[in-house]
């Protein structure tokens, strides 16, 4: 079944009562059983939830796994994942890595005896300086927030699987559309699915695809035991932003390229991050393991002033100033005091997350309108 197809229909069943097209939305907290234990399948609606399976089953199928496991945020997902290890376990992850993980990483599971080693994954060799008995997980994000990078999942794959480690993968900038890391040796894909997957900035939502049946059961164990799991009026907005996803996302390839290009002879521009770009850095990667190449671009201005970065950003009349991606809707950022604000100021700058860097989630608006109010607001 092809990508499209996949979209409308994979996991999705006719209700059974009226033969409504659409999932209906189960609000129930509970379900009744015939005697103790005599159910079909539904006790509690934090365990399972008729709308929310027909939504895993759906995103699973988009990513080629054999399980989905739906949250309440993308960062309940990664609090799954992180809940697999042990104190004195050790997390291998990437120098630039979106700030709420980072955060989650830090703040929260180092508090916990798991010891996490950021580092450049742009070159997977660099994993061999820091692996070792201990190292349970390599998290990956590709391309990453907010500079773009790209890392090689075969490559990874690869060493995850020499070492006994489990490969995990942020797959949110670039979607099941763009990219699918199961099919690249990928252990567990995560999906912030406010983002491409909801698609019309009204969920919070975050999803775990694998295909292993034990990593299943684990992260599933954890899933209904620790209860972030979402409603089933989430779940059926969400049904409903996917079966538009393969439309929406070959419209945000097509402005993202065309304000890339833009932004690169604006002379007022010093640097763009966007991996179709053939002198980006692990661009034949880039094209290798994706179908194209997403509608996140980051990019610096000349002056390097963080105020000049503020009035660009205030300056916009289509885009809109928030936090957030993936939308229909034009966004910009200013990473360095929204999203990634919790990041120590140092180690931003190493990775190129400077006061004077912008970010831009390009939605599905006109391109003339989005070309001409970059260009009113760069002046």
């Known amino acids: 079944m092809k990508f499209a197809t996949k979209a409308l229909h994979a996991g999705v069943e006719p209700d059974p009562t009226t033969g409504a097209i659409m999932t209906p939305i189960y609000q129930t907290s509970t379900f009744v059983q015939a005697s103790p234990g005599n159910h079909k399948g539904y006790a509690y609606a934090r365990g399972k939830n008729p709308t929310r399976n027909q939504l895993e089953k759906n995103i699973a199928a988009l990513e080629n796994a054999k399980h989905g496991l739906c949250f309440s945020s993308g960062m309940g997902a990664t609090d799954a994942v992180i809940k697999l290890l042990r104190p004195g376990d050790e997390v291998i992850t990437g120098d630039d890595l979106y700030g709420g993980t980072y955060r989650m990483f830090t703040k929260v599971f180092a508090n916990y005896g798991i010891k996490f080693h950021f580092i450049n994954l742009t070159d997977v060799n660099n994993i061999s300086k820091y692996i070792n008995e201990k190292t349970k997980l390599i998290w990956v994000e590709t391309p990453t927030n907010p500079t773009m ?14 070492h006994g480690c489990v490969l995990a993968v942020d797959n949110t900038f670039a979607s099941p559309y763009l990219q699918n890391p199961i099919d690249m040796g990928a252990d567990i894909v995560m999906h912030s699915v406010t983002k491409y997957l909801g698609g019309h900035s009204d969920v919070i939502m975050g999803a775990l695809c694998m295909n292993d049946d034990k990593l299943h059961e684990q992260l599933a164990f954890i899933h209904n035991s620790c209860g972030a799991t979402p409603g089933p009026m989430d779940s059926f907005l969400v049904l409903r932003g996917i079966k538009t996803l393969h439309l ?28 179709g770009f053939a002198e980006h850095p692990n661009h034949e990667i880039a094209k290798k393991q994706m179908r194209d190449f997403g509608g996140m671009i980051s990019f610096d201005i000349k002056s390097k002033s963080k105020e000049d970065a503020f009035k660009i950003a205030s300056s916009v009349k289509v885009f809109s100033l928030a936090e957030s991606l993936g939308g229909v809707e034009s966004l910009v950022n200013h990473p360095a005091t929204m999203t990634h ?38 002046g």
């Open 149 to 162: 990078q790209v890392v090689d999942i075969s490559a990874c794959s690869v060493i995850a699987k020499k």
């Open 248 to 275: 929406r996302m070959e419209r945000h390839c097509f402005n993202g390229r065309k304000i890339a290009e833009f932004l690169k002879s604006h002379p007022k521009v010093d640097k763009v991050y966007w991996p």
């Open 341 to 378: 604000a919790s990041v120590p100021a140092d180690e931003r700058a190493r990775v190129g997350v400077t006061d004077s860097l912008l970010r831009l989630s390009v939605g599905v608006e006109d391109i003339d309108d989005l070309l001409e109010d970059l260009k009113q607001a760069l």
